[in-house]
């Protein structure tokens, strides 16, 4: 007999202040999975949730405010080769850098470009980052 395992959803915001031309990343707490590496606001969907209402939920949790009137441009669409796992990936434009509020499930934050990512970063971010398709569409959206 096979079982059925339900899908298990993330998404993640990969968050381009346009008047520096850098990205948001975030330093994971020692604790949980992957700790201590570098990574994105985002994580996995409540049940009946869309990846958009997610995704400000989890900006709104992880950097304590909200982003008004986002943009939001999916570059990426990671599916596990079990399809048990899928994880989107936005590009999300602000004007500027701002200060995040950070919630526990992180302790350090840093605004960079991405030729300068900080290490070690997530593997999920280290995989989307070094996709050139993915590139291609993170450099046409900084331009857009």
Request: hydrophobic share 40%; proline share 7%.
């Given at each position: 007999m096979e079982f059925r395992t339900k899908l298990v959803e993330g998404v993640g915001a990969l968050i381009y202040a346009r008047s520096t031309?850098?990205?948001l990343f975030l330093l994971r707490n020692d604790g949980g999975s992957w700790p201590l590496t570098w990574a994105l606001p985002g994580g996995k969907l409540d049940n009946n949730e869309t990846t958009i209402a997610a995704l400000a939920r989890e900006i709104e949790e992880e950097l304590g405010?909200?982003?008004t009137d986002p943009i939001l441009i999916q570059v990426d669409k990671f599916v596990s080769n079990n399809s048990r796992f899928s994880y989107?990936?936005?590009f999300t434009p602000v004007d500027d850098e701002f200060l995040p509020y950070l919630n526990s499930e992180h302790i350090g934050y840093a605004w960079l470009p991405l030729r300068n990512a900080p290490t070690p970063l997530h593997p999920g971010i280290n995989r989307t980052l070094r996709n050139p398709g993915v590139m291609l569409q993170i450099k046409s959206a900084e331009v857009g």
């Amino acid at each position: 007999m096979e079982f059925r395992t339900k899908l298990v959803e993330g998404v993640g915001a990969l968050i381009y202040a346009r008047s520096t031309g850098r990205y948001l990343f975030l330093l994971r707490n020692d604790g949980g999975s992957w700790p201590l590496t570098w990574a994105l606001p985002g994580g996995k969907l409540d049940n009946n949730e869309t990846t958009i209402a997610a995704l400000a939920r989890e900006i709104e949790e992880e950097l304590g405010g909200k982003i008004t009137d986002p943009i939001l441009i999916q570059v990426d669409k990671f599916v596990s080769n079990n399809s048990r796992f899928s994880y989107t990936t936005y590009f999300t434009p602000v004007d500027d850098e701002f200060l995040p509020y950070l919630n526990s499930e992180h302790i350090g934050y840093a605004w960079l470009p991405l030729r300068n990512a900080p290490t070690p970063l997530h593997p999920g971010i280290n995989r989307t980052l070094r996709n050139p398709g993915v590139m291609l569409q993170i450099k046409s959206a900084e331009v857009g």
